[in-house]
């Protein structure tokens, strides 16, 4: 170690401009002004005011050092709130935001720089905080916890990109509300709840469809309430088949209560035990078990909705009870045609999506009053055109169209019949009515992720880049363990707001869990290029080809959807550069 290099523990900040490439494309020169006069008027003073000092400047961020690191963490929630006032009333394409990550680590001095694991850590979290937010280490958490009256909300544990170990994460955003301290996802007036997979004890591995059913159904119907938060089905289901410390699992992703099941069966019969843990304590709220024929299930789903309601003393409306209690199906074989369609057509393949297309015909076939049935079939003819796999792109959203009508006439209230519509209007360049109706859906579903993630789809749509960034990551929140799609939207939207590091990154995991999925790899070739990895793309676009033959520039439009013609354009130069046909 030189004289001019040692060691010390500091608080470190990163900050960085969300959209910063977007927003110089759009007014260079206004771009650069507003950074300015916000560093002068009121950033560069509260540093100052904290202690802090400026380590550097990247052009879209700052590194800063802070001996005290409540200084830095309250510096940094003052600068948040700072800049959304002055951000009020400023049009979206021209709003200059900030993400910003703190951390408390050991640093290595260099003459005037700062180097090392801590200013990493720092650097990552900001990449994952919110716009407008802070995301904040553990390590800060158990010193500033007691010492700020703020409210942090508990953001799991992350992996960080090229940071070894997962690191815990709490989150402050301006629109947070909550007493000192740590804001409890469990509140006496919004209960949180996570309903775990029901376990099969029974030999049949078909009734494994049961028990899958009995507990989406249950977060489907809970999720309606508004005064109830309730972890999307993804994110509780990777829980599925493991031995459970409840406590854990309960920590993990933020709730107070948990919902735990069996399922065994002989001939006809059914027995179905539920219990409703406090996590705090590990004590009972409420158990029941349920011995009924096959032909009761939902009978029994609409029951332990109800009882769970009750017991965390959650008081209904009329309509909102009549919403939990509805029923999409009594025929139980429908029920499981189309929980396995669904399941198939996630998968985004240009192969699976025919089987889940032939599954959720039969769906409809047995039961024609089942709306969810009819918007899975309405999915797999979207994404058909899309891909102009199987015949005129117009035609398959034509029958598209059918199927979404129908589904709204049956039950216009589930997430995941209005999200079909929501992609329709895109598809159709109705932008502004798809985000319209998605914000009804949203409202009518407050507790969904998925209701979330439709409405940040409809935003990115529509060119509304960073307030569905800000949407696909509450659902992200929501549910923890997000699926395939939601990673795609945020993608999107990262993509054209010039955030290329973040999106590889979630392109890498998409495709590590779903190889076939063509619009990664497509998303992925573009990437590419943009970091100048012109035979990487080329690779990327070989493998498009793979999977699907068939795919042409023509189509490419017709996979974003986005109304935003001059990156469109772009984005096909990009993708005839890595060699995209015609």
């Known amino acids: 170690m030189t004289e001019r290099t040692q060691r010390r523990l500091a608080a470190i900040v990163s900050a960085d401009v969300v959209g910063y490439s977007r927003l110089m494309g759009v007014d260079e020169a206004g771009t650069l002004a507003g950074l300015r006069a916000h560093r002068a008027e009121l950033i560069d003073a509260l540093i100052a005011e904290h202690g802090g000092r400026i380590v550097k400047t990247m052009g879209d961020g700052l590194l800063l050092e802070f001996p005290s690191v409540v200084e830095a963490t309250q510096c940094m929630i003052e600068v948040q709130r700072g800049m959304s006032e002055r951000n009020a009333g400023v049009a979206d ?31 990552r979290l900001q990449e994952i905080a919110e716009p407008g937010g802070v995301a904040i280490s553990n390590r ?11 409210a942090f909300t508990d953001g799991g544990e992350q992996a960080l990109k090229n940071i070894a170990r997962p690191q815990q994460v709490w989150r402050w955003s301006p629109t947070d509300a909550g007493p000192r301290g740590v804001a409890e996802p469990a509140t006496p007036d919004k209960p949180s709840v996570a309903v775990l997979c029901f376990d099969n004890m029974s030999s049949d591995p078909d009734h494994e469809y049961f028990a899958d059913g009995m507990a989406e159904d249950i977060i489907t119907a809970l999720s309606k309430i508004s005064r109830m938060r309730v972890i999307a089905r993804n994110s509780t289901f990777a829980y599925k088949g493991q031995a459970l410390d409840l406590r854990k699992v309960a920590s993990e992703l933020g709730v107070r209560y948990v919902l735990e099941g069996s399922i065994r069966s002989g001939g006809k019969r059914l027995r179905i035990a539920a219990q409703l843990i406090d996590a705090t304590d590990g004590s009972h709220v409420w158990a029941e078990r349920y011995d009924r024929t096959i032909d009761d299930i939902f009978d029994i789903q609409d029951e332990i909705s109800k009882e769970i309601v009750t017991a965390l003393r959650v008081k209904l409306t009329d309509g909102e009870e009549a919403a939990v209690l509805a029923r999409g199906t009594n025929d139980i074989e429908a029920w499981q045609l189309c929980t396995r369609a669904t399941e198939l057509f996630l998968r985004f393949n240009p192969t699976d999506y025919l089987e889940a297309q032939t599954l959720a015909e039969k769906a409809v076939a047995r039961d024609q009053n089942y709306a969810y049935a009819w918007a899975t079939l309405g999915f797999t003819h979207w994404w058909d055109g899309r891909l102009g ?115 590889l990154t979630i392109s890498e995991e998409i495709l590590s869990l779903e190889p076939s999925f063509v619009q990664g790899w497509l998303q992925k070739a573009y990437l590419f290029e943009q970091l100048g990895q012109s035979e990487d793309a080329g690779q990327a676009i070989v493998e498009v080809l793979r999977l699907a033959p068939g795919m042409r520039l023509e189509h490419v439009p017709g996979l974003w959807l986005i109304n935003d013609a001059a990156f469109m354009e772009h984005f096909l130069a990009a993708m005839r550069q890595a060699g995209l046909p015609e």
């Open 93 to 123: 394409e021209r709003r200059i935001t900030f993400r910003i990550g703190v951390n408390l680590g050991d640093i290595i001095i260099e003459d005037d720089d700062i180097l090392g694991d801590g200013v990493n850590i720092a650097a």
């Open 389 to 503: 796999y199987t015949g005129s792109t117009d035609a398959k959203y034509t029958q598209a169209d059918e199927y979404a009508k129908r589904a709204m006439e049956l039950d216009d209230t589930i997430s995941w019949v209005i999200g079909l519509s929501t992609m329709l209007l895109a598809a159709r360049d109705r932008h502004d009515d798809g985000v319209a109706m998605a914000r009804l859906g949203f409202e009518s579903n407050p507790g969904h992720a998925d209701a979330r993630a439709f409405l940040a789809f409809a935003l990115v749509h529509a060119a509304k880049y960073d307030e569905g960034i800000e949407h696909f990551r509450a659902a992200m929140s929501l549910n923890p363990f997000y699926p395939i799609w939601y990673r795609n939207g945020l993608i999107r939207a990262l993509i054209v707001t010039g955030e290329f590091d973040e999106a």
């Open 140 to 150: 800060v958490h158990e010193d500033v916890r007691d010492r700020l009256d703020t």
